[in-house]
């Protein structure tokens, strides 16, 4: 507007120490591009937008996001916003520059042509959408069609200094001093208005107000007033100081001066109530939480939270208030005082008494008089009464009912209060008595049809008896302090032993205090759309579809203790100990508010990336950062997040909880991710999900096509040093088994000689003693031991069979030689095959020697030597040699004699064990005097 041009070369710097506790001022300081806020609207998301001298700025409850002229704006300096039904928002700059955003772009007269026309040499003052149709209007009134993309400018060319409306069929023109109706693109006659100030023809503030009134301010002659359209009349209110803005809100004239905001009474053609004492405000807002908003032109933004707000009134402190709702308007008792509040002429003094009194209730009668209760008779036209004290009085269409501590009259009007003593005791006269109890609370559907709240619990009325309904329900019994009634016909019924009790058709649901609701005494109930609020010492309950909601001094009341609820013009008056407040009804509690959220941006390695829905990332992105955000305005302190990023393939349901607005992922694996964030506050659920798939890329030496390359090369690489290294160790293991072969083979040499020269000496013995044929078996035998032996020669391992034919010559010939001194037995087990069983080649015969020459031949009686062939528990061949010979000391180095055969057999033995890889076992046990026994053990398949 214009007049925003003169203003601000007017008014100097205005100091803000009009902030009270209930307001929260956003200033430059945190964030905003500019103290001088000129406008503001709320986009289909939930964002803020307002309109600086300094840009744009985005604002979702916590940071600010701002926008000049290097963003794409038309200019800095703007001055006017308006969304559309399809979600843009259009931005008009003090020179008359055109442009809107949508999701977050500008666009503006230089990248869309049709938006050409609509630049201007003025400032924009009003716009609006109407069937499609943007119009704007200032200097001249244009046109947009935006969904054929063509502008009409101006719709009337004669226009100056234009103002237009929307009415139900047309669009209404407001010309200098005339008025004109456009329909259907075509501007109809004018009719002229303002003929007795054409001096102040200029410089105009115009607003539409409801369906025939247009609010008027001229800057010239500072008049202010309204154009009533219904009898074209013309109304003013002189001597106002220079008007800032003008806005209906709720049908109610909004009057924005240099030091507050304030109503217009068009009744009496006069400023109303104070509503904002802020200095320098220009602009209202409600958004959709019903939260206000409060521009101005030198101190920011001012917030008052819809939560819990103040009255809009200067008020005393009614630290003992009762509410009582009359006639569309609220009476408060106040010490000596009775407050009248109208939401419209805002709250005076209705009348004052010398002394202070305690209230019990009020009644206004059809000349407006007051009947007060108090605790001893009442006041009704200036006069006390003392012969009757009555608690309540309710009127109906059949008349007034009286309520009394313990009786109940229904009269045909007030008049009749004087005599109530004199009806008679009859159900049709109206008089219904209680004896045994006090009647604290009372809710008539009609003279039939009556609840009855007492101190010994709850009656329903029904005929001349009332019926007791703690027969039925011993909740019922106890005391009742409240009661209301539901749309649906239910009652809401508080008793002093702390329970609220929903009632309907004999059905009960109680809710107890402490576990379900805050508090145990009630002091006032009320139902408004389906949600039901209840005061109580401990604070205020919300009762609705989605569960309690309760409100404490934390969220914003002057007092937990509440005195008393009411109702009134959709908003809910409560009455605490600290002071009056009021709640708007129609914020939503029937369903949990779940609050917006956006990801605003997401930054790989510190660099930006498009937000979408799916993103791929390359695998060298080590840094993941979401930035985002969640619109709070109300409880933005108590505004959590939480966010998952995990695999697909991850079960895990793990949430992580922050109040910060950002996440950092590091050093992710390539895969597919999945990112979720929720938002919520201590008054609603977690938000449904924003959900942002990421990829990031496999490496080229992760892919599976590489690593099968790569592991095929290295196969075969490995493949070939694996069979380069086996085979040099074949080579390596060939020459240690020949190696040690030859060194078996040579101890078998070893052994050979030996034998064959004890062989040889017997033979030259027989011949000696000329025992020939002796000589002759000796030699024969011992042919076929050379003959076996010589067989065995080249090889390590023999069969058992072969071995035992061996020692059975070689016992043979050794009998012949010590004449017969001792017998050998033969014992294999049935569990060895002898002709499969493998055993070293000669490994037994010296051994077998050893026992003849040095055990059996130094005996005076004849030797017994046992050889028993077997399979240990663990599967071994085991050989025991065991002979009753003259043993030996074995723990005795001196006497303990190892004979050179045995040395040979354990060397052989140890060689074998290398060779073949196994265990082999080598013992000796002797006792002299007993014998000695030798037990071989070496593994089964040799």
């Known amino acids: 507007m214009r007049i925003f041009l003169i203003l601000i070369s007017l008014i100097l710097t205005i100091d803000a120490s009009s902030q009270t506790g209930s307001f929260i001022n956003y200033t430059v300081r945190d964030g905003l591009p500019s103290n001088a806020v000129y406008c503001a609207v709320q986009d289909n998301r939930g964002f803020i937008w307002f309109g600086t001298g300094a840009g744009l ?68 003052t009003n716009i609006f959408e109407k069937d499609s149709i943007i119009y704007l209007s200032g200097h001249d009134i244009k046109r947009l069609d935006f ?96 008007v800032l803005n003008l806005k209906a809100v709720d049908d109610r004239p909004f009057i924005f001066l240099q030091h507050g905001v304030y109503l217009l009474n068009t009744s009496e053609n006069r400023l109303g109530d104070k509503l904002f004492e802020i200095d320098g405000a220009c602009n209202y807002f409600r958004d959709n939480d019903n939260n206000e908003w409060i521009t101005s032109i030198s101190t920011g933004v001012w917030l008052k939270k819809a939560d819990v707000e103040k009255l809009n009134y200067h008020t005393p402190s009614f630290t003992s208030a009762t509410l009582i709702d009359l006639q569309s308007k609220l009476l408060l008792h106040q010490r000596n005082e009775i407050w009248e509040i109208d939401p419209l002429n805002g709250i005076r003094v209705r009348e004052t008494f010398s002394d202070p009194f305690y209230m019990k209730t009020i009644y206004e009668d059809n000349e407006g008089n007051l009947a007060i209760a108090k605790r001893l008779g009442y006041n009704y036209k200036g006069k006390q009464h003392s012969i009757i004290s009555f608690n309540e009085i309710y009127e109906s269409e059949e008349g007034l009912t009286v309520i009394t501590p313990r009786s109940i009259y229904f009269l045909d009007s007030f008049s009749d209060i004087g005599v109530l003593e004199e009806i008679e005791y009859r159900r049709s006269n109206g008089k219904i008595r209680f004896y045994d109890s006090k009647i604290t609370d009372f809710h008539q559907f009609s003279r039939d049809s009556v609840l009855i709240g007492t101190t010994k619990g709850l009656y329903r009325l029904t005929s001349d008896t009332a019926e007791y309904l703690g027969n039925h329900h011993s909740v019922l019994r106890e005391s009742i302090s409240e009661m209301t009634h539901s749309i649906d016909g239910s009652m809401w019924i508080g008793t002093d032993g702390g329970k609220l009790v929903r009632y309907a058709k004999d059905s009960l649901l109680v809710l107890e205090a402490g576990k379900d609701i805050s508090g145990q005494i009630f002091n006032g109930i009320v139902v408004h759309k389906n949600v039901t609020w209840v005061g109580t010492n401990a604070g205020l309950n919300i009762i609705s579809s989605r569960g309690i909601q309760k409100l404490t001094e934390e969220d914003g009341l002057p007092s937990n203790y509440i005195l008393d609820v009411e109702e009134l013009n959709d908003s809910i008056y409560i009455s605490t100990e600290g002071g009056l407040i009021s709640l708007h009804s129609n914020t939503t509690f029937e369903e949990s508010n779940h609050i917006p959220i956006f990801i605003e941006e997401v930054l790989a390695n510190q660099e930006p990336v498009a937000v979408s829905e799916e993103l791929e990332l390359s695998h060298k992105v080590t840094v993941i950062e979401f930035k985002f955000s969640g619109i709070s305005f109300a409880e933005t302190q108590s505004l959590m997040f939480r966010y998952q990023f995990k695999s697909m393939d991850d079960q895990n349901d793990i949430w992580r909880e922050t109040i910060e607005r950002q996440a950092f992922f590091v050093n992710q694996s390539p895969g597919t991710y999945i990112f979720q964030l929720q938002a919520k506050t201590k008054n609603s659920d977690w938000s449904p999900p924003k959900k942002i798939a990421i990829t990031i890329s496999t490496p080229i030496w992760q892919t599976w096509w590489f690593q099968l390359c790569i592991s095929s090369i290295l196969l075969i690489v490995v493949g070939a040093v694996i069979w380069r290294i086996r085979k040099a160790k074949r080579f390596r293991d060939k020459l240690d088994r020949d190696k040690i072969e030859a060194q078996i083979k040579a101890l078998k040499a070893q052994i050979n000689p030996h034998f064959l020269f004890n062989a040889l000496s017997s033979i030259q013995r027989f011949m000696m003693k000329d025992k020939k044929d002796l000589a002759e078996d000796y030699l024969a035998d011992y042919g076929r031991l050379i003959r076996k032996v010589l067989d065995q020669s080249d090889k390590l391992t023999i069969t058992l069979q072969e071995e035992l034919e061996t020692l059975r010559l070689y016992t043979e010939i050794e009998q012949l030689r010590t004449n017969d001194q001792f017998v050998t037995h033969f014992e294999v087990d049935d569990s060895i095959d002898p002709y499969i069983t493998k055993i070293p080649a000669m490994i037994i015969q010296p051994l077998l020697e050893n026992a003849i020459w040095h055990g059996i031949r130094p005996l005076k009686k004849k030797g017994e030597i046992i050889v028993a062939i077997g399979l240990d528990r663990t599967g071994r061949v085991s050989v025991k040699i065991a002979d009753n010979g003259v043993g030996f000391e074995t723990g005795n180095s001196v006497t303990n004699y190892e004979s050179y055969g045995s040395k040979l057999v354990k060397e052989r033995l140890e060689l074998l064990r290398r060779f073949y890889k196994k265990d082999f076992q080598f013992q000796i046990n002797s006792t002299p005097g007993e014998g000695t026994l030798i037990n071989i053990k070496f593994p089964s398949n040799l």
């Open 57 to 124: 700025s985005r604002f979702d409850g916590v940071n600010f996001k701002n926008f000049t002229i290097n963003d794409g704006l038309p200019e800095n300096d703007i001055i006017n916003l308006f969304l559309d039904s399809k979600g843009r928002i259009w931005v008009y700059t003090i020179s008359g520059r055109v442009g809107f955003v949508y999701n977050d772009e500008i666009h503006t007269s230089e990248d869309l042509d049709y938006l050409v026309p609509l630049d201007g040499k003025s400032q924009i």
């Open 147 to 242: 969904n054929n993309k063509s502008s009409k400018t101006p719709i009337n060319d004669k226009t100056k200094y234009a103002y237009a409306v929307p009415l139900k069929d047309s669009v209404l023109i407001v010309d200098v001093n005339e008025i004109s109706k456009e329909k259907n693109g075509e501007v109809g006659p004018p009719k002229q208005y303002f003929v007795a100030n054409k001096a102040s023809t200029n410089h105009k503030i115009y607003h539409h107000y409801l369906d025939d009134q247009i609010l008027y301010f001229s800057n010239l002659s500072g008049k202010l007033g309204y154009l009533d359209l219904s009898n074209d009349s013309l109304h003013f209110i002189t001597n106002i100081q220079q």
